[in-house]
């Protein structure tokens, strides 16, 4: 297939592109490298541009035959979508609307769209599953919500076919070591705890112990990258089969919740092999983060046939340590 990936520079879009080149597509990344990198872009042609760019766009599908579209170009911190609303709603919001009615013009008919358990917002039961209901409480949220329910109208009006994927917490690296996790500024916890054991950083520090949960801290349910992209490739393959078709909504997550501790806990151990240690500091709570947070991703294994194969953690923080001692230089 010739697949366009939207944001392919960025930490989920990268792994995409190695594993869709992998698997013999062609593939064209058009990515603004306003939080991607260049060297992880290293499958496919790299276009750099902004989906703000209607002419771009227009050029790009004059001169690809494009069979699909995956888009990983967004904001995503929640707090800064809660002090400055406009960009959240216009790069998430109104530039993919520019994108999908690019591919309207263009009859491109298959969408696969990162989506967020933010969409949820306080959680009503766990795990969270697709009949949950979506209120989200950040602009973050809210914004990945409207396209997802712009796509049910662009599905029904246009016949554009997607699948919305609600990510859990994305986490892990390449497990060849090719590539992995890089945001500036870093706020994700794995990533955070392995600089504070290579000594990128001094510490790490608990955001709160007093969460109703066993150990106090909060629950998170930690998908493997490669997990994640696999369920993309799949949700690909279900629309352009003809197998599914309209606009669909996945929870994508292991359904296994692991405490902040746990998590700790786990790349203490990996760490030390290498004689490693942490220090961790104590912290006051983050505004917004709910106590328990974990996927019921059954609904992807049924109908596209989805199976993590990285679920354990240790694998996890383990690929992700290997990624961090490249960064790291140790
Ligand atoms: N967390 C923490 N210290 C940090 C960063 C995160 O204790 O320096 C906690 C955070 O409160 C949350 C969990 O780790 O409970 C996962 O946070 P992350 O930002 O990685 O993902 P989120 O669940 O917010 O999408």
């Known amino acids: 297939m010739n697949i366009l990936i939207i944001g392919g520079a960025g930490y989920i879009g990268s792994h995409m592109l190695k594993q869709l080149s992998k698997a013999g597509n062609q593939v064209v990344v058009l990515d603004n490298l306003s939080t991607g990198f260049r060297e992880l872009a290293c499958y496919g042609q790299l276009v750099v541009g902004d989906l703000a760019d209607t002419p771009l766009l227009e050029r790009l599908f004059c001169e690809h035959q494009f069979d699909a579209v995956m888009h990983f170009a967004a904001c995503s911190l929640v707090g800064e979508s809660v002090n400055d609303p406009g960009k959240y709603y216009r790069n998430n919001v109104s530039n993919t609307l520019n994108l999908l009615d690019v591919m309207v013009r263009h009859h491109v008919r298959h969408f696969i769209f990162s989506s967020t358990a933010a969409t949820f917002g306080e959680p009503e039961y766990t795990p969270i599953d697709e009949a949950h209901p979506q209120a989200p409480i950040n602009p973050y949220g809210a914004s990945k919500l409207m396209v997802e329910r712009a796509l049910q109208d662009y599905a029904t009006a246009y016949g554009l076919n997607s699948v919305s ?11 060849e070591g090719e590539i992995g996790e890089c945001h500036d500024p870093e706020t994700h916890l794995i990533p955070l705890i392995l600089q504070a054991a290579s000594g990128r950083r001094e510490s790490i520090t608990v955001f709160g112990r007093d969460y109703p949960t066993e150990d106090g801290t909060c629950i998170r349910d930690y998908i493997h990258i490669e997990d994640l992209c696999s369920a993309h490739a799949l949700a690909l393959q279900a629309l352009v089969s003809g197998e599914k ?35 961790i500091e104590e912290g006051q709570r983050r505004v917004g983060d709910p106590a328990k947070l974990v996927a019921d991703a059954s609904r992807a294994k049924q109908e596209l046939g989805w199976l993590p194969e990285y679920a354990d953690l240790t694998t996890i923080i383990q690929h992700a340590w290997a990624w961090e001692k490249k960064l790291a230089k140790m």
Request: net charge negative; hydrophobic share 45%.
């Open 245 to 279: 078709s309209g606009a669909l909504g996945f929870n994508l997550g292991n359904g296994l919740g692991y405490s902040v501790q746990a998590v700790i806990d786990a790349v203490k151990e990996v760490v030390l092999q290498d004689g490693c240690h942490l220090i």
């Open 165 to 175: 994927l609600r990510y859990f917490n994305a986490c892990g690296a390449d497990p």
